[in-house]
């Protein structure tokens, strides 16, 4: 068995592969409905929440914001100033918690949350 993507319902594809691209994740492939992104071995397939046909069907916004990804970084500190270097907004500052973990968050422009942390 190999873990290979993440299915997220987007509002808007280029704002999307801006706020991803930032991030450091890689474009594999885009159009006017999705864009595939990839950091490592993992891909996000985020799509226009409005253009599929998930929402046409079921009349419900298919958005999960209780989700949160996990990345693990080098430095913390470091990358929370290169994201900021960037244009982008994080959540939370740099903070060591109980269960060991230095980290922050920084949500995607539709609200999922990615905590960037490093084992300490």
């Not at 290979?4 to 991803?20: A, E, M, P, R």
């Not at 253009?51 to 914001?65: A, L």
């Not at 693990?72 to 244009?87: C, P």
């Amino acid at each position: 068995m190999k873990f290979k993507s993440i299915l997220l319902y987007i509002s808007n594809v280029g704002v999307s592969t801006d706020f991803y691209q930032k991030l450091g994740f890689k474009v594999d492939s885009q159009d006017d409905k999705s864009v595939v992104v990839s950091l490592e071995n993992i891909q996000l397939q985020l799509f226009d929440k409005e253009k599929v046909e998930f929402k046409q069907y079921s009349e419900i916004d298919p958005s999960n914001v209780g989700t949160f990804f996990y990345i693990e970084v080098g430095n913390v500190d470091e990358k929370h100033k290169e994201l900021i270097s960037k244009g982008l907004t994080p959540a939370t500052t740099p903070k060591d918690w109980p269960w060991g973990n230095r980290e922050f968050v920084i949500k995607d422009p539709d609200g999922y949350k990615f905590v960037i942390y490093k084992k300490i």
